[in-house]
Each structure stands twice: as structure tokens, then as C-alpha cells.
């Protein structure tokens, strides 16, 4: 029985003991968090704050409903309808933008000093939050929808380009070997050896990011660039929560919708 | 043989049913060869752009003519004012406290909802569905949505952005938490019941060791995140980087708003690498 149980016991007390690394790791949660603790601090509610909580509770059980069907321009109806066409349109531009800055930041397409460039300018994109660039472009286009249109083009690039480098440095490069052998010429190993092996990855990143933008284009509206943020923001800040409970509902109905459907497509897409 | 093809025709898609399969025969075996939906598919997606074009007054013609206003503003941005950094570093700090403290809170409180979404551990079904969907509900609000809201409840400032900053990581953590939870091994958890373990003392010894590397993991990516989404919620007043970048922007003052740029850059920068080498370490 001793013998039975002594290896057992010897594995038990040779196991890696790593606890100074939890300790410092601890600490330094400790810390950051003592820090950060020391200047957010609770200073009680606003003057009429439980009013509003109250409010929001209120409005999402009691909204709007003339509001919600409302087939006119100012109904939620339409403003989700234009949410949906900001985001496909903004993420349809930014995937074809996204092409020739993902291939330029591939290392297994262009040499490592201008891949780490390309590498660079997506990364710049990707850090100015979309709200940045919507207030920069409203100096273009002018406030409405279009601003969140050409917003949300140049902020998708960002991400996308970086899913599509992950799909472009994992390509199969043998297959074009054997095309070459098989005599085909260079649009024929671009239509049969790499298109169908990034079709499906593409496809997948583009549903992907149309789900984030719908989300983000909510709020983009919020600094006049179209959308049902705008009038969102609008009613709360007047406070009126039946119609803010309006709008909350269409949004959130409109998102669960989305997600599902995506996370549907994109199943069937990684299945093939 | 006729019943046979009368339940492959019932199987048929919708689509199948209207524009019938082509028949091929080899040999003795008859194949159905479904018609192509590519048409089907682009017919649909040109429709909805073209009617996307329409409500959104898609004029690329603006872009065109106005352009150049946007090379000024950029042009501006990328010559920043080095003078202006000593008033960037507070609002910077707050950012970053508000996504520590928001980011520590959420995952902390993701955990257990995360373990009670997990089908494989809570095996009551209806109450595992009504919580997803809250979760969903949770997920779908927009931060800046909740931190205006927040400002609203509890005075402007760092406070409601931290509670902005938590119901989203709250929401994303226990939705990537759930689903990793349900592709572990639970053999361990079910040796760990069969030798008298109660449930919770299977689950921390049997799963969690399991799920901890990948908890870790996801806390660092929704801090990652949450550093970029805290950024902007001072433009609701939740305190931050915000407030500075809309008083910039509004006063036209981009020298200075390429400097709150240049530093937010350096800083994401920073918290990216550390944050993908640590997860890269934990995997």
C-alpha cells in the first residue's frame, strides 16, 4: 500500500510550484487596481438620477407606440432601415478597400519592410476611434448619412485587413505549382488556385464586420452622422423615455436579428 | 422507388423547389445537381445596395470636390502641438483607470454568469436560454448608449464611464466565456461527482484549472478592447480622452487633437503588444 500511494506522492510533491509568479502577478493587479481605485470614485447619485433610472425602466416597458410603427421618415422603422444601409454600404467599400492593404501587408506577398509599413498604416486606422473619424469626415461631407457611410469605409479597413492577412498567409502556394504544371495561365491560377481558398474567409470577415458596424453605427449617429443614434441620444437627453424606450427596443430587436443570421451564415461558410 | 423521390423532393430547399434540380444519370444512379444561387445571391445584395444608396444620398461626387478638406485636416493632425501633452496625460490616465477598474469588475462578474449560461454545467435548459437572451440584450446596447445613460444616473465623470466600461466586458467576457466553457473536457468534473465530490468541488478542481488560461485570456482581449471604447465616452461626459478630443475637435484646434491622437496611438500600441504577448503565453 506505502509503495501504491509513495510515486503518487512524489509526482503530488514535485509539482511545478509557481507561486511567486502568482504573487507578483497578484501584486500587480493589486496595485494597478489601487491606482485606478483612487480616482474613481463614487460621488452619489446626480440631482434627479434616480428619476432617470426610473425613467429607462419605464420607457422600455412603456414605449412608444407610435413611434414603433411608424412607417414615415421619423419612425423607428425607417431609421433602423437606414442603419442597415449605412453599415452594408460602409462594409461592402471597406472589404474592397481592404484587399489591396492586406495583400500589401502579407509577408508571404511582399518583402518584410513593406509589409511592416502596411502593417503600420492599418494598425493607425484601427487605433482612431470611429467616432474620430466621423467628426473629421463631417467636414467633408457634411452631416446625414452619407458621413457614416464613408466613416465606416475607411474604419473597417482596420479590421478587416487584418482577418484577411491571417486568410492570405496561410495560402497553399503548392496548388499553383501544379497549375503552373497543368499550363495554366496567370488569371486561371488566380481564379482556380487562390480565389476559392480566400472566398469563403472574405466572405465570413465581411458578414462579421457588417454585424459590428451595425452596431457601431448606432452610435455614430450620435455625432450627426446618421442613423437612429442621433435621435437616441436626442431623447434622452430630453428625457423622454418612452421614446427612448422606443428606440432601445427597435435597436435591440434589430441586433439579435442580425447576430443571429450571421452567426448562421457564418457557420454554414466555415463548414463549406 | 416513386415514395423514395417524394421524400428527397420534400427535403428540397425552397429555392430547389422553385427552380428544379437537374437531373444526371449515370450508369444506373440518378444524381440531382441543384441549380447555382450565385445569381439568386447577387440579384439580392444589388438590390439592397441600391437601395442603400438611395436612403443614405450616396454621392461620391462630394468626396470628389470636397477632398481636399479632408487632406487639411489631416495634414494638421499629423503635425501635432508637443506643447499640448501636458494636458493629454490626465484625461489619459482616467481613460486608463476607467478600463482597468471597468474591465477587473466585468470579467470578475462574468465568471459565474458565464458558468450558469454553460449548458454542459447547468443543466436546467429554460434558465440557461433566458439567460442568454439578457446576456444578448446586454450585449446589444451600444457603450456610448449606457455611458450616456450613466452620465444621466450618476453625475458626469470617470464613475459612469467605469459602469459603461463594465456592462460591456461584462456582456462580451461571459458570451466568449460560455462558449469555451462548453468545449472542455468533463470527464474530469463527472470523476470528480462519481468520487463524492460535491458540485461545486468538481467544477473548481475538474473545470476550472480547464477554463482559467482561456478566462485570462479573454479578460486581457476585453481590456485591449475596452482601452479604445473608453476613449471616446468622454464625448457623452463619462470622463476620458472624449472630453479633450470634442473640445478639439469643435474649436478646430487639430494640432492638438493629432497630439490626444498620437499619444491614444502610443498607448494602444503599448497595451497591445503586452497584452497579445501575455496571451500568447497563456495558450
Known amino acids: 500500500m506505502q509503495n501504491a500511494i509513495n510515486p503518487i506522492e512524489e509526482m503530488y510533491g514535485s509539482r511545478p510550484r509557481r507561486w511567486w509568479i502568482y504573487t507578483v502577478v497578484v501584486l500587480i493587479m493589486v496595485v494597478l487596481l489601487g491606482w485606478s481605485g483612487n480616482a474613481i470614485q463614487f460621488k452619489g447619485l446626480a440631482a434627479r438620477g434616480s428619476d432617470v433610472a426610473y425613467g429607462i425602466v419605464y420607457g422600455i416597458f412603456h414605449p412608444d407606440m407610435n413611434l414603433l410603427i411608424n412607417w414615415t421618415r421619423d419612425g423607428v422603422p425607417y431609421m433602423l432601415f437606414e442603419t442597415v444601409a449605412i453599415a452594408l454600404l460602409g462594409t461592402l467599400i471597406g472589404g474592397v478597400l481592404a484587399v489591396p492593404f492586406s495583400f500589401l501587408a502579407a509577408e508571404n506577398v511582399v518583402p518584410k519592410w513593406v509589409a511592416f509599413f502596411s502593417r503600420a498604416f492599418i494598425l493607425l486606422i484601427r487605433t482612431i476611434p470611429s467616432l474620430v473619424w466621423a467628426l473629421v469626415w463631417i467636414r467633408v461631407t457634411g452631416p446625414g448619412a452619407f458621413c457614416g457611410v464613408v466613416t465606416q469605409s475607411i474604419c473597417s479597413i482596420g479590421m478587416i485587413s487584418k482577418l ?7 495560402l497553399d502556394t ?86 443571429f443570421s450571421s452567426t448562421k451564415i457564418r457557420k454554414k461558410l466555415a463548414r463549406g | 422507388m416513386a415514395r423514395k423521390a417524394k421524400t428527397a423532393q420534400a427535403k428540397l430547399a425552397l429555392f430547389d423547389r422553385i427552380f428544379k434540380p437537374k437531373t444526371m444519370t449515370v450508369g444506373e444512379h440518378t444524381v440531382l445537381k441543384p441549380r447555382s444561387r450565385t445569381w439568386l445571391i447577387l440579384l439580392t445584395l444589388i438590390v439592397a445596395v441600391w437601395g442603400a444608396v438611395i436612403v443614405t444620398d450616396f454621392d461620391f461626387g462630394i468626396i470628389i470636390r470636397r477632398g481636399y478638406q479632408f487632406t487639411v485636416i489631416l495634414k494638421k493632425i499629423f503635425n501635432p502641438d508637443w506643447s499640448y501633452f501636458h494636458k493629454v496625460l490626465p484625461p489619459l490616465l482616467d481613460t486608463i483607470k476607467m478600463s482597468v477598474m471597468g474591465s477587473f469588475i466585468g470579467c470578475t462578474l462574468a465568471l459565474p454568469f458565464a458558468v450558469l449560461a454553460s449548458a454542459n454545467i447547468n443543466h436546467n435548459g429554460v434558465f440557461v436560454a433566458v439567460l442568454r437572451v439578457l446576456l444578448n440584450i446586454v450585449r446589444t446596447l451600444p457603450t456610448l448608449v449606457i455611458a450616456s445613460i450613466c452620465a444621466l444616473i450618476f453625475k458626469l465623470g470617470t464613475f459612469a464611464g467605469t459602469v459603461a466600461i463594465t456592462l ?48 485570462l485570456s479573454h479578460s486581457l482581449y476585453s481590456f485591449e478592447i475596452n482601452i479604445r471604447a473608453a476613449s471616446i465616452l468622454g464625448y457623452v461626459g463619462a470622463g476620458g480622452l472624449g472630453i479633450l478630443i470634442n473640445e478639439r475637435i469643435g474649436w478646430r484646434d487639430y494640432e492638438g487633437l493629432g497630439m490626444v491622437l498620437i499619444t491614444l496611438f502610443a498607448v494602444v500600441l503599448i497595451i497591445d503588444n503586452t497584452s497579445q504577448y501575455l496571451r500568447r503565453k497563456l495558450s
Do not use: H
Open chain 1, 164 to 170: 484577411y492577412i491571417n486568410a492570405i498567409e496561410d
Open chain 1, 174 to 259: 503548392r496548388i499553383l505549382e501544379s497549375l503552373d504544371a497543368a499550363g495554366c495561365t496567370t488569371f486561371q491560377k488566380i481564379r482556380y488556385g487562390i480565389l476559392p481558398q480566400l472566398y469563403a474567409n472574405f466572405v465570413s470577415t465581411i458578414i462579421y464586420r457588417f454585424d459590428i458596424n451595425i452596431k457601431d453605427a448606432t452610435t455614430l449617429g450620435i455625432v450627426g452622422a446618421g442613423g437612429i443614434g442621433a435621435a437616441l441620444i436626442q431623447s434622452i437627453n430630453s428625457r423622454r423615455w418612452s421614446m427612448v424606450g422606443a428606440f432601445l427596443f427597435g435597436m435591440i430587436v434589430l441586433m439579435l436579428i442580425i447576430e
Open chain 2, 168 to 215: 460591456f466586458t461584462f456582456g462580451l467576457v461571459t458570451k466568449m466565456l460560455y462558449e469555451s466553457i462548453e468545449t472542455i473536457d468533463m470527464g474530469a468534473f463527472e470523476a470528480m461527482e462519481a468520487l463524492g465530490a460535491t458540485r461545486f468541488q468538481a467544477f473548481w478542481s475538474g473545470c476550472f484549472p480547464q477554463i482559467l488560461p482561456t478566462y
